[in-house]
């Protein structure tokens, strides 16, 4: 299998590498991640004119069809620039939308008319995403009206309208009887709580109040959405690992150039040997996240639901190691100062944390890979978790 770029997915990094040099400096985003909104409506339509929003769409909602890898190349250079912008829940939220059958929205993600954000965790939950207490009681049109509350919605209050996951049936931590809805943001009894996370990103606090659904809303099967849930949510990790390359691959070189001009003793730090070793152990970090992100992405469309589970936690287990890894150690070799908020490398370090943290950090990925059968098929395991 080659995994290299073709040429095309080069120029489009190219493209949206050159707009983040020219338009979304680390200045600019400090300004950006201050200001009341917390995100930039002109980085937004910048993002749409180059095509980011319309890539993951289908060509039949006005989209370009774009495959995983497509958006490996997107979100490495996001995340190479500390973009803050909801591009990541709106692309999740779409792949949704995909899954179920398609919605009328996409057309106006596509044209970035319209953004979107996942409501699928709620206090209790952890990592568990079939851990849900909100409810889904249907009504005689065939619709739904939804009560609970969800937490730590990446980029909830900027949504034009939420993906949510309630229960329909069964209890609370069955993965049967669980349901999703696209809920518009201006939906009755809809409340939001902004506010600004610690890596500049914006989540929300999100309580539904006897909100209606229409039938023409409910995503796919009401009462069978785990296997919709799971597969989108193992593509939304490959998204983060692809993310976490291009801050991985910025901080390695942010380091290497503070190596390059800090001196001590009259030389550049750089030349010291035991740091000259430690950066390469970091470039082996990232380059073996690299490897088996890009196997991951390869692997979103598997028929197989067990390979892509396996290959998807491998890759966020690995990735994890490899952020922790160079992070640590960036600060480390920048001093004091890797730990202020004036040195972007405090700022990768603080993204990449958050990333380790959504959709099942590093322990949970390790055990949710053991227990796939491959790993051990002489044994029963588990069932399969997010």
């Known amino acids: 299998m080659d995994f290299r770029l073709t040429e095309e997915q080069q120029q489009f ?16 985003r400090n300004t950006i991640i201050h200001s009341p909104a917390g995100v930039s409506d ?3 339509q910048a993002l749409t004119e180059l095509g980011a929003t319309a890539l993951p769409i289908p060509a039949d909602a006005d989209g370009l069809d774009g495959t995983p890898t497509d958006m490996l190349v997107v979100m490495q250079e996001l995340g190479r620039g500390l973009v803050v912008e909801p591009y990541f829940a709106t692309v999740l939220g779409a792949e949704f939308l995909k899954r179920c059958g398609g919605h009328p929205i996409l057309a106006q993600v596509a044209n970035g008319r319209a953004k979107l954000a996942c409501a699928l965790q709620e206090a209790q939950s952890r990592h568990d995403l079939f851990d849900v207490l909100a409810t889904a009681s249907a009504t005689p049109d065939g619709g739904y009206i939804l009560n609970g509350k969800k937490t730590a919605v990446i980029h909830g209050a900027q949504a034009d309208a939420l993906i949510v ?9 069955s993965i049967d009887g669980l349901s999703l809805f696209l809920v518009r943001a201006d939906a009755a009894g809809l409340a939001r709580t902004d506010y600004r996370s ?3 990103q914006r989540a929300a606090d999100v309580t539904l109040d006897n909100v209606q659904v229409a039938a023409a809303d409910v995503l796919g099967q009401a009462g069978a959405a785990w296997d919709v849930l799971e597969a989108v949510a193992d593509h939304g990790v490959a998204l983060l690992c692809a993310e976490a390359l291009g801050l991985m691959d910025a901080t390695n070189t942010a ?3 503070y190596l390059k001009t800090r001196q001590q003793f009259g030389v550049p730090i750089g030349t010291f040997q035991v740091l000259q070793h430690r950066m390469a152990d970091m470039y082996m970090h990232l380059e073996q996240a690299r490897s088996i992100t890009t196997l991951a992405i390869a692997k979103l469309a598997a028929t197989n639901p067990v390979e892509r589970r396996q290959k998807v936690s491998a890759a966020k287990v690995r990735v994890g190691e490899a952020m922790k890894y160079i992070g640590q150690h960036s600060i480390q070799l920048h001093g004091g100062m890797g730990m202020t908020n004036e040195m972007p490398v405090s700022h990768y370090f603080k993204r990449m944390t958050a990333i380790e943290l959504t959709l099942g950090d590093t322990d949970h990925h390790l055990a949710r890979f053991i227990a796939q059968p491959s790993f ?10 997010v």
């Open 198 to 200: 610690f890596d500049g």
């Open 165 to 173: 996951l309630a229960r329909t049936a069964h209890t609370q931590r």
């Open 13 to 28: 990094a190219g493209s949206l590498r050159r707009w983040i040099e020219d338009n979304y400096s680390f200045e600019q």
């Open 255 to 257: 380091t290497l150039e």
């Open 376 to 385: 051990m098929p002489s044994s029963s395991p588990a069932p399969a978790t």
């Open 42 to 44: 002109s980085a937004w």
